[in-house]
């Protein structure tokens, strides 16, 4: 199995910035899938930026130009660096992983908090 775990929330002030950091306990040229979703209060949960085999990068257009997905190998880590942070951008962030094969796994983190507010 795979275990997620997000951490680098907390309350920003519109227009500042945060990094969030997702461990991963698989090496991630094993995922086929690595990324970044987010749930606000009353709303489903959308994709904000993921990583996909071929090194596909995919964004939500409410972030694009904003927010940026990464990846350190060495240290099993996705990194979501946001910029410029909007109040709407407040949400429950979400490590999400999928790994395909004979059958399709799909694991997630259980959330770090992030809070744009003045």
């Known amino acids: 199995q795979v275990q997620l775990v997000e951490s680098g929330g907390g309350l920003v002030q519109p227009g500042g910035s945060l990094r969030l950091s997702c461990v991963t306990s698989?090496?991630?040229?094993?995922?086929?899938?690595l990324g970044w979703y987010r749930q606000a209060p009353g709303k489903e949960r959308e994709l904000v930026a993921i990583?996909?085999?071929?090194?596909?990068?995919n964004y939500a257009d409410s972030v694009k130009g904003r927010f940026t997905i990464s990846r350190d190998n060495a240290k099993n880590t996705a990194y979501l660096q946001m910029n410029s942070l909007k109040p709407e951008d407040t949400a429950v962030y979400y490590c999400?992983?999928?790994?395909?094969?004979?059958?399709?796994?799909?694991?997630w983190g259980r959330g770090t908090q992030v809070t744009v507010s003045s």
């Open positions: 999400y992983a999928k790994i395909s094969g004979w059958r399709d796994y799909e694991y």
């Open positions: 698989q090496s991630i040229f094993r995922l086929n899938r």
């Open positions: 990583m996909s085999s071929g090194s596909t990068t």
